[in-house]
């Protein structure tokens, strides 16, 4: 029973799947509230899967020429306030400091909820002239956002995030950017994390306060409500018309930046969770997993098993390894190793080491496998290779199956009563029809792909001429 009892203490995901949700989070050790209401502690499990995410970003945006910088976490009330519509979309999810110690601030300052006043203000002073063009920034950092429901990864008041921030001469540098940075995060999505996703512009209803566009990777997530998992965010020049952000082109004339911005924040630990989670816990793609195989070594009391379960370790460099000594028993510790997701479990003992073999274990398919000891390194880096390929089809699988098409209102209607996923169906770009659908049916427009089909010629709401193919669904 005591083996047992580390997978009963999470609710069934059919039962409850919010439930079953945080059971994972605090069960898995990735997280743990704190006395501060809305923000949670990383713990070591849940910061390592941040810091792989981080590091494989990082190198991708690298590649694109992208440098790191870091701001202040303050932002004067007067610079917040200078583009209208960002500060009127940020207003309600603003904290304020109101003190320095204990003197009232001459004026109050909010801690960012993101940095796009910042960036203007830095960029009104680094660039003058067209050889200044492009500046292509990112930032690592925290923000707050004042959220009244909070959900461990998904959503917090304060979280983590990178931001990038770029300046360019013209306006097709810029959408080029927007659009590059987007595709950055797909391939990781997808190649990384073994989430598939849908690429799209947002409404004008959903766009981010203050962009001309913003484009979205969404995801659908294993009980069928979508995920925002990235934006990229083509902002125009109405930023560096209200900050002042101007350089001198090669025609020796006064010109605005066109600038853009993109983010990935730690929800994209919370997808990965109700992506490819399951009633035992995590389970982890292996280019993601901070741990890719876990040695488990049974009888270990017994003369030469702990010694070469790290002989193992050892022949397994190539990877991120450990091996579980502690005095658990074995059916215990394969409990703890399918909780936290670790994608193959390498079981070794004494009739193992007699016959030359181990066992590996799949933590995806529960799939167990006799290997010779000679061929191990080679065995497991197929294996964690094929694990990495086949959730990825196993997610993109589930997407299209909960993926419905709706032509007109009531198969709409009815869709979204009886099934739980994506539901492609056709709109006028009225936003009356938007503001509708979202309060009848309780349900946003995700995203309007780049490949557009013509699934009828009239709107779904309203029977007018439908000019865009829409992802409706249930969000996060």
Request: charged residues 30%; glycine residues 6%; contains cysteine.
């Amino acid at each position: 029973m005591a083996d047992k009892k580390l997978v009963e203490s999470i609710t069934a995901m059919e039962e409850d799947f919010a439930q079953w949700y945080t059971d994972v989070c605090v069960k898995a050790e990735l997280i743990d509230y704190t006395s501060v209401k809305g923000c949670m502690v990383f713990r070591p499990e849940g910061y390592a899967i941040w810091e792989m995410i981080q590091s494989e970003l990082d190198r991708r945006f690298k590649e694109t020429g992208v440098r790191n910088v870091y701001l202040p976490m303050f932002i004067p009330e007067s610079l917040l306030e200078k583009e209208k519509d960002h500060v009127e979309g940020f207003a309600p999810e603003v904290a304020w400091v109101t003190h320095g110690g204990l003197a009232p601030l001459q004026e109050k300052l909010c801690v960012r909820p993101t940095s796009e006043t910042l960036f203007c203000d830095y960029y009104k002073n680094t660039i003058q002239s067209y050889r200044d063009l492009p500046q292509v920034c990112n930032q690592w950092c925290s923000v707050v956002r004042w959220e009244k429901e909070t959900r461990p990864f998904l959503r917090s008041r304060e979280f983590l995030w990178q931001e990038g921030h770029t300046a360019h001469a013209t306006v097709e540098e810029a959408e080029a950017r927007t659009i590059q940075m987007l595709n950055v995060y797909a391939d990781f999505m997808e190649n990384v994390l073994a989430i598939p996703v849908i690429k799209g512009r947002k409404t004008e209803k959903e766009k981010f306060a203050g962009a001309e566009a913003t484009y979205t990777i969404e995801a659908l997530m294993h009980d069928g409500k979508a995920l925002q998992s990235g934006t990229s965010h083509n902002f125009g020049d109405g930023f560096a018309k209200a900050f002042g952000v101007q350089y001198t082109s090669k025609e020796n004339k006064l010109e605005y930046v066109h600038q853009t911005s993109w983010g990935m924040t730690t929800r994209t630990i919370g997808a990965v969770i109700m992506v490819h989670g399951d009633n035992s816990g995590l389970v982890l793609p292996p280019k993601i997993a901070p741990t890719q195989v876990v040695i488990i070594p049974i009888q270990q009391r017994k003369e030469g098993v702990l010694e070469k379960a790290f002989e193992l370790r050892d022949r397994l460099g190539a990877f991120r390894v450990k091996v579980d000594d502690t005095d658990k028993s074995p059916g215990w510790k394969f409990s703890d190793q399918e909780m936290r997701g670790i994608p193959l479990r390498v079981e070794i003992g004494p009739k193992d080491m007699e016959a030359g073999k181990c066992v590996i274990c799949r933590r995806d398919t529960r799939e167990k496998l006799e290997v010779s000891l000679d061929e191990l390194e080679t065995r497991v880096g197929e294996i964690l290779a094929a694990m990495q390929v086949e959730m990825l089809e196993r997610a993109r699988a589930h997407r299209d199956e909960h993926t419905y098409v709706a032509t007109n209102y009531e198969e709409f209607q009815k869709l979204f009563s009886e099934k739980s996923g994506f539901v492609k169906a056709m709109w006028c770009e009225d936003r009356a029809c938007e503001d509708q659908i979202k309060e009848k049916l309780g349900v946003t427009s995700r995203c309007m792909p780049f490949e557009q089909e013509e699934l009828a010629t009239t709107c779904v709401c309203c029977g007018k001429p439908a000019k865009k193919m829409v992802y409706w669904g249930r969000a996060y």
